[in-house]
């Protein structure tokens, strides 16, 4: 064999190995993210509702746990809640803006929610909510699959401002959903 021969195999070697030898441990040693597009976080394993959603139709939803109080992250929580689902546009048949409500939860504040027709309220027993939440708090907004399952989970702000730009990742993570999604 002579010596520019050698030297074409070794260049071959470098050019198609190399790259799969370092794509190998680029995986292993996790040097760059893994393609996650979500802006919300991710629940794993999802959280399952079904035994707190029992009357509800299948839909996507965006959902609010309202709490015993409601201050301002509850406010700011509502308002984003109703936002989200005027900006689906279109696709707001598809998705419903939901707020769960239990027997604890701020019975002032009702009236208010009851002037916004977007959000539909929805009751369940406060036992089967802390029975499904036991692992995960409920001082999110959540969104929820057409199955029941709580895939996303975004935080709730004090600022107004910042719960505007969370609205505006729930929007595109939930557009993206109904976009690949083909029920509800």
Partial sequence: MTKSNRITIILL????????????????????NRGSTNRGELMEPPLDLSAVMTEAQPSWRILYVMPETC????SNALYSLEQVWVAL????ERAQATV???????????????????????????QNVNQVFKDVATDGIFIVDTLNNAMLRYPLQEQQEQAVMDSRDM??????????SRIG
Avoid: M, Y
Avoid at 71 to 74: A, E, F, G, N, S
Avoid at 101 to 126: G, I, P, R, W
């Fill in 89 to 92: 546009g279109r696709q707001a």
């Fill in 171 to 180: 929007l595109a993570d939930l557009k993206k959903l109904l976009k690949l």
């Fill in 71 to 74: 201050d301002v992250k509850c």
């Fill in 13 to 32: 070697v470098v050019v198609f190995v190399l790259p799969v030898i370092l794509a190998k441990f680029a995986l292993e040693n996790d040097w760059f």
């Fill in 100 to 126: 769960l409500l239990t027997e604890s939860s701020d019975v002032a504040f009702l009236s208010s929610l009851s002037e916004q027709n977007h959000l539909h309220l929805l009751t369940a027993d406060q």
